[in-house]
């Protein structure tokens, strides 16, 4: 994901640098939350379709860790695409 190093850039430097690596594909810039990649059914690619279980879950960022207690709604993604 991202180096300790990158972490200080600017949140737009980063959300680019993740959307063009397939990481995000969104950024919430007000509330600064990122939405993952999301497979064809909605799912997010780090979700294992068989145990439904998430892959990465000792590295999950904020936005997984804290759902769904965050966002305009919370209970719901941060983001829908339209």
Known sequence: ???EFETSDPIKKIAKR???DGVIEHLNYKNELFTLTR??????????TRSRSCTIYEL???TCRNHPHVGPR???C????K
């Not at 497979?39 to 294992?48: E, G, S, T």
């Not at 941060?78 to 695409?81: D, F, G, I, K």
């Open 60 to 62: 999950r960022p904020n």
């Open 1 to 3: 994901m991202l180096s």
């Open 74 to 76: 919370p209970g719901f």
């Open 18 to 20: 993740l959307k063009k």
């Open 39 to 48: 497979m064809a059914n909605d799912d997010c690619v780090y979700l294992d």
């Open 78 to 81: 941060p983001y829908q695409p």
